[in-house]
């Protein structure tokens, strides 16, 4: 079975002279079909850790292993093709192409992973998100709940084997958040996606399969 | 999926503006260059229309056909076909009460311009419209010499006045001046005691020709410098604008080239659609103004021009999208927009 593993991540950012240590050696494991939750409080390290995992960033230090490849080592171009190939990503905030419509921002993240047009799974995907009736509007019409179910329609419908999503439920409502993550449940079962997610709200963690919690740079045991 | 169309469909008045200010300056570029060539053909077309090939001038003339003075011996042994020696003196003739200005120009026998016997003079046909017909007689002022009007040629002139061809004694007579001042030959680079000039350089050689020229070919050069930066500068407002956009297509694995391409695609729509228009209406500008207007817009002066445009579009935009490589995904995501 194919894994995601963090061995060891340290990350110090220099800012002038001094030196601040944000990760201090995180080992982390994802497995597919599973949601694997990060908390902590704000300043721990979450996002750091997930940007680096994601190849949003270098690890100062560590290894990153997928597919037997050590992604830290990799350079950027094919660094690129695993993001664009492999990976899922979901944010905050939607960051939808402001100029392409629901099933548009579909079909460009299907090119930009090398797929093929399917017109069938972007239809599946977005009646599985509710968003059928709204495929054709621009991200300027859509509600914020919608704005985000079409960002979560877009982060799977290349079918990646890693989902990372960072705090994807914070612009919501708690009614929203928990359509979003009844979504992001139902895919990662669905599809044997390996998803990181990391979040503020402990409500959210009944979705989750393992909760990890972060505290000052390391993952508490 | 062509991203680029899509975004300019989708923000179109952006993209209008950044067109239409195109099209303004590259149809004042065209309207402009019309202008130059016209003028500069108004004022040299005896010249402009002989064949590219040699102009000699005397080597103490230091580039000045009036200060020239080529011997005899040496007319003698360069002329033949296809060279020969030409002399201009700005001058007048009157009939009646009125007086015309006139470029003289004598010639020897292989030349292309008109060789009237003695008593006779071939006008530009613009003279025409001046109210002189063949059969007149002018009258040399100030030798009170009579000039019979053989005939007119068409599109003869030199420093802004329609040429007069005379006969070698006339003008012997009328500026005292024997000798020939300039040497045309289509193949002889080097005569001894002589300096070579193309045709251009001997045109740029005449001090109110250069002068006229270089104005409006500076004018011509600053639009197009313009047209450059106004891309440049849109196009890095757009980019600016778009960080955070390129930083999650980049997040998620879109190419930089491609975004690159995306700028490229619309630089390019954009100057071809403004430039076809702005070169159409250059040419109807050519056909519509009125005759007196010395307006000449050749259509491979239009295609040169516009080849520029597109050059300079593409040097531009290329320049202000540089900063996209410097883009980080994770800064985009961070900024938290959209
Ligand atoms: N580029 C950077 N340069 C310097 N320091 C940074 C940089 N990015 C993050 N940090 C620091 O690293 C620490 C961890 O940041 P990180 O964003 O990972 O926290 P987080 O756990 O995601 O917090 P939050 O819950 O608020 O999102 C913070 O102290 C932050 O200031
Ligand atoms: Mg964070």
């Not at chain 1, 660094?79 to 944010?91: P, S, T």
């Not at chain 2, 303004?24 to 590219?52: H, K, Q, V, W, Y």
């Not at chain 2, 040429?163 to 080097?190: C, G, H, P, W």
């Not at chain 2, 040097?315 to 996209?324: D, E, K, V």
Request: hydrophobic share 40%; aromatic share 8%; net charge negative.
């Amino acid at each position: 079975m194919e894994t995601f593993h963090l061995k060891n991540i340290r990350k110090t950012f220099k800012n002038g002279e001094v030196e601040e240590e944000v990760l201090k050696g995180v080992n982390l494991s994802l497995r597919p079909g599973e949601i694997t939750a990060l908390t902590g409080a704000s300043g721990s390290g979450k996002s750091t850790l997930l940007t680096i995992a994601a190849g949003l960033q270098e690890t100062s230090e560590g290894e990153i292993s997928f597919k037997g490849k050590n992604l830290a080592d990799v350079k950027e171009e094919k660094l690129r093709k695993v993001r664009a190939e492999e990976f899922g990503f979901i944010f905050q905030s939607s960051h939808l192409v402001p100029f392409l419509t629901v099933e548009e921002q579909l079909f460009m993240m299907l090119e930009v992973a090398g797929k093929k047009k399917e017109e069938e799974e972007v239809t599946a995907i977005l009646s599985k998100v509710g968003l059928s009736h709204r495929r054709k509007a621009y991200p300027s019409s859509l509600s914020g709940g919608e704005k985000q179910r079409a960002a979560i329609a877009r982060s799977v419908i290349h079918r990646p084997s890693v989902l990372f999503a960072d705090e994807p439920t914070a612009s919501l409502d708690s009614k929203k958040s928990e359509e979003v993550m009844q979504l992001l449940e139902d895919m990662t079962k669905e599809r044997g996606m390996a998803t990181l997610l990391v979040t503020h709200e402990t409500e959210m963690l009944s979705y989750a399969d393992r909760v990890v919690h972060m505290e000052d740079g390391k993952i508490l045991v | 999926m062509n991203m680029a169309l899509k975004e300019m469909k989708k923000n179109k008045t952006r993209f209008l503006i950044i067109g239409a200010v195109v099209f303004l300056i590259s149809l004042l570029t065209f309207l402009l260059s019309g202008l130059a060539n016209g003028l500069s053909e108004d004022n040299m077309a005896s010249i402009r229309n002989l064949p590219e090939g040699n102009f000699h001038l005397t080597e103490d003339a230091e580039g000045s056909y009036t200060r020239s003075n080529l011997d005899e011996a040496t007319v003698q042994s360069a002329t033949g076909q296809n060279n020969y020696a030409f002399s201009v003196q700005m001058g007048g003739l009157e009939k009646s009460e009125r007086k015309y200005s006139l470029a003289f120009f004598n010639s020897t026998s292989a030349s292309p311009f008109p060789q009237p016997d003695k008593g006779e003079v071939v006008l530009d046909s613009s003279v025409k419209e001046e109210g002189v017909s063949v059969g007149d007689t002018l009258t040399h002022p100030q030798t009170g010499e009579e000039l019979e009007v053989t005939g007119f040629a068409d599109n003869e002139r030199f420093s802004h006045s329609p040429a007069a061809f005379v006969n070698q004694e006339e003008f012997s007579s009328m500026f005292r001046i024997e000798d020939f001042q300039v040497l045309y030959t289509e193949n002889e680079k080097d005569i001894s005691g002589l300096e070579t000039f193309s045709k251009s350089e001997f045109l740029s050689s005449i001090p109110s020709y250069q002068a006229e020229q270089m104005t409006l070919s500076m004018i011509l050069w600053f639009l197009v410098l313009i047209s450059g930066m106004l891309f440049a500068i849109f196009f890095y407002m757009m980019n600016v604008q778009k960080t955070g956009m390129f930083g999650i297509l980049k997040a998620i694995g879109v190419r930089t080239r491609r975004l690159f391409y995306m700028m490229w695609v619309q630089m390019l729509t954009i100057t071809s659609l403004a430039v076809l228009l702005s070169g159409l209406a250059g040419q109807t500008a050519g056909v519509l103004l009125p005759e007196a207007m010395p307006y000449d817009l050749p259509i491979s002066t239009t295609l040169a021009l516009a080849v520029v445009f597109l050059v300079v579009g593409f040097i531009g935009s290329t320049f202000s999208g540089l900063r996209i490589r410097q883009i980080k995904p994770l800064e985009a995501i961070q900024q938290g927009e959209g």
